[in-house]
């Protein structure tokens, strides 16, 4: 018979997101893209990603000046935000949105050995997702009913 | 104990869906079929004539979203049918006397809608038209601006779950490799809901202020990626009146907020998960409630008073076949969708076997492990727990138990939230909440 309700699976996230260094990781419009905070200075943050499909990545501060620490291989920022990524959406989630083969990157390491070259694209669109995102701890609580949550079980 | 023609509905809406998946725009001959099927069962009702004008036009390739809700309607009318079948078997199943239905309240003429619900109807309409089979990420990522436009409106907020809901599930699923595994039925439930709540601004609720002895029974947890909503369910006494009630708390979230930290985004729930905890009742002073038994609730119109166990109070009022009579008030005419039957019951005594099925005389129900998995309330738990408050549910052709709350012989409550409980109690010096919620005021002030 048909159900309203949810495939049932194991919950995910049984270790805790370190936000504190990487506030915000997402999977949208093909990348793996994400804000990780400056260690030195607090006002200042990083915004990284990894493009599906080409594995070209990026990270510059959100004034968009490159990361200091890009080359060949991807910078400290780009392998915190690729580890918070695989702890909030699972690690088959995140090799199955980037497109590469399961069976060669079935790890942390084994998805960063896929990255290839970097490719360069403003930070602007990302820090405003974060700041949409931070949004949402800004509304009231409410408590009025609301039955369709009826629907989101568990 | 089921009505045959439950099934038999259900068959007839897993045919109809398949329109949706395909697509209005690609309709092959037994979707058509399908829905000249519909259009012969409305035929002669007040449904009729729209419906037949709807899948005239759609036909024609006119897509607009009120054709689109007619369907909707007339679908939502399908499962309002089941409902009530389903009602009446499921407090037939606990030994109560059905509650006689109350007259469908009169819908005042809608008012033009506002244009963010014109764009939600619009993006629904999108969807239908392209069919979820063929939907990419950016069919679905078009309404994002929207959607977080609407989550500002405070009354907005139940259609905002069942958009935020079908958005969140369709980005995780498209593009659909496997259209026969994917949740088809309940992204059109949520489709239909969505689009009808779309006709007009929600009506602020109708309440009038109570000042009964609430005595708290268990708790539901709710969750999607960005909004969450805890359900506290209680037995309010007033005068000679007994009723079964709700509170329902809810708050924004991101995703990287999880298991029992998430709780310290409503800490309106504090006082009720220690009440609870600690068997207290409140006293209310009038507090609105809704005629479907909603407490809107206020912690100025509430003060904790004389102690209670909750077993006590549970056996007395919801034991199959119970002496005291219980009201349990039905949902409004537009909310009767077997998802939210919920029909309260304690039991006793009861055998939870390895597959987890709860058997307690004559009564078997499968444990809902959805919705209690790695909780609180475990099966695993329960089975050293003798007595449960639990609500009957209905889904994938059968009746479940989900329980809310169970006590050991000494009567010690173990119930969802506890561990909710123990971080407002002893807050963490660097909880995910607190750390997000100090990064979200200081970058977002500094803007302004």
Redesign the interface.
């Known amino acids: ?8 699976q ?4 049984v270790e ?2 370190n ?2 260094t990487v ?4 999977l ?3 990348r793996v893209q994400g804000v990780v905070s400056s260690g030195s200075d607090i006002e200042r943050v990083y915004v990284s990603y990894f493009e599906a499909g080409t594995m070209h990545y990026y990270c510059s501060t959100n004034n968009n000046r490159p990361c200091g620490g890009l080359g060949n291989i991807p910078c400290k920022h780009l392998t915190q935000m690729l580890s918070e990524a695989i702890t ?1 959406y699972g690690i088959d989630t995140v090799v199955r949105f980037l497109k590469l083969p399961p069976d060669e990157a079935n790890s942390f390491m084994g998805i960063l050995k896929q990255a290839k070259g970097m490719s360069k694209s403003p930070a602007g669109e990302v820090f405003s997702r974060f ?24 | 104990m089921m009505d045959a023609s439950i099934s038999e509905t259900d068959r007839f809406l897993a045919a109809l869906d398949a329109c949706w998946l395909a697509g209005f725009a690609q309709l092959a001959p037994e979707h058509r079929q399908t829905l000249a099927k519909l259009q012969h069962i409305f035929e002669g009702t007040p449904l009729g004539q729209p419906l037949q004008n709807a899948v005239e036009q759609l036909r024609r390739g006119v897509y607009q979203p009120e054709h689109f809700r007619v369907l909707a309607a007339a679908r939502a009318s399908l499962q309002g049918a089941q409902y009530a079948h389903l009602r009446q078997a499921a407090e037939a199943l606990v030994k109560r006397a059905s509650a006689p239905s109350p007259t469908p309240s009169a819908l005042d003429a809608p008012t033009a809608p506002p244009p963010l619900l014109n764009g939600a109807a619009q993006w629904l309409a999108d969807l239908a038209i392209t069919g979820f089979s063929r939907l990419d990420a950016r069919d679905v990522s078009a309404f994002d601006a929207t959607l977080r436009q609407m989550r500002g409106s405070p009354d907005l907020l139940p259609l905002v779950a069942v958009l935020a809901g079908l958005s969140q599930s369709l980005i995780g699923a498209v593009p659909v490799a496997d259209p026969a595994s994917a949740p088809v039925f309940r992204w059109v439930d949520l489709w239909s809901r969505a689009l009808i709540m779309t006709v007009q601004a929600p009506p602020s609720p109708v309440t009038q202020p109570t000042d009964g002895l609430l005595h708290l029974m268990g708790v539901e947890w709710r969750s999607q990626p960005q909004l969450v909503s805890a359900v506290f369910y209680g037995i309010l006494t007033e005068g000679d009146a007994v009723r079964w009630v709700r509170v329902t708390l809810s708050a924004h979230k991101v995703s990287a907020i999880g298991g029992d930290e998430t709780w310290l985004l409503l800490p309106q729930s504090q006082q009720l998960l220690q009440a609870l905890d600690s068997g207290q009742t409140f006293q209310l002073a009038r507090m609105p409630l809704t005629p479907t038994g909603d407490l809107l609730w206020d912690d100025g119109l509430a003060t904790t008073g004389a102690p209670y166990k909750v077993m006590d109070i549970a056996r007395r009022c919801l034991l199959p076949g119970a002496a005291t009579p219980i009201e349990v008030a039905p949902p409004l005419p537009e909310y009767r969708h077997p998802i939210h039957l919920a029909v309260p019951v304690a039991l006793d005594g009861y055998q939870v076997s390895e597959d987890n099925t709860l058997t307690a005389g004559d009564i078997t129900l499968p444990l809902d492990i959805r919705r209690i998995a790695g909780t609180e309330l475990d099966p695993q738990h329960l089975r050293q727990r003798p007595h449960m408050v639990g609500i009957v549910r209905y889904d994938d052709g059968q009746f479940w138990l989900q329980p809310l709350a169970a006590a050991d012989k000494k009567g010690r409550l173990d119930f969802i939230g506890e561990g909710g409980l123990k971080l407002f109690t002893k807050p963490p010096k660097n909880s995910t909440v607190a750390i997000l919620q100090e990064r979200a005021s200081r970058l977002l002030r500094e803007k302004k």
């Open positions: 018979m048909p159900s309203s309700l949810p495939h049932w194991p919950k995910l996230m805790q997101r936000v504190k506030p915000f990781v997402e949208h419009d093909g909030e700041l949409a995102y931070l949004q949402l701890l800004e509304y009231p609580t409410s408590s009025q009913p609301v039955a369709e949550m009826d629907w989101f079980v568990g």
